[in-house]
């Protein structure tokens, strides 16, 4: 399950702070994402939990090379951007988001 430990609590229930749990974010295509993105997740399951989701693109400063072989591999586009541009898209997406 695609973040399972951050997007639920011990019970199986949602974290409803947790942001791909909030409504308006929950069809998301594409992830904004910190530096080393995929970092010990050498598998295709990584990439392939993101795609069940719906998501088709993952922003990052940088990326796990194993991941983003798989990445490639499997049809996710994984799109390197300076870590002070992810932050601010990630900043403007929640922001506009929320004046949905």
């Not at 019970?11 to 791909?20: C, N, Q, R, V």
Request: hydrophobic residues 45%; charged residues 20%.
């Amino acid at each position: 399950m695609l973040f399972a430990n951050w997007r639920y609590d011990l019970d199986g229930k949602e974290i409803a702070d947790f942001i791909l749990n909030k409504p308006k974010f929950r069809r998301s295509k594409i992830l904004v994402a910190g530096p080393n993105f995929g970092c010990g997740s050498s598998r295709e399951r990584a990439v392939w939990a993101l795609l069940r989701f719906g998501i088709r693109c993952v922003i990052a400063p940088n990326f796990a090379d194993i991941f983003c072989d798989n990445a490639f591999q499997n049809g996710l586009l994984p799109v390197s951007l300076a870590a002070a541009d992810c932050t601010a898209l990630g900043k403007s997406s929640r922001m506009q988001a929320s004046l949905l």
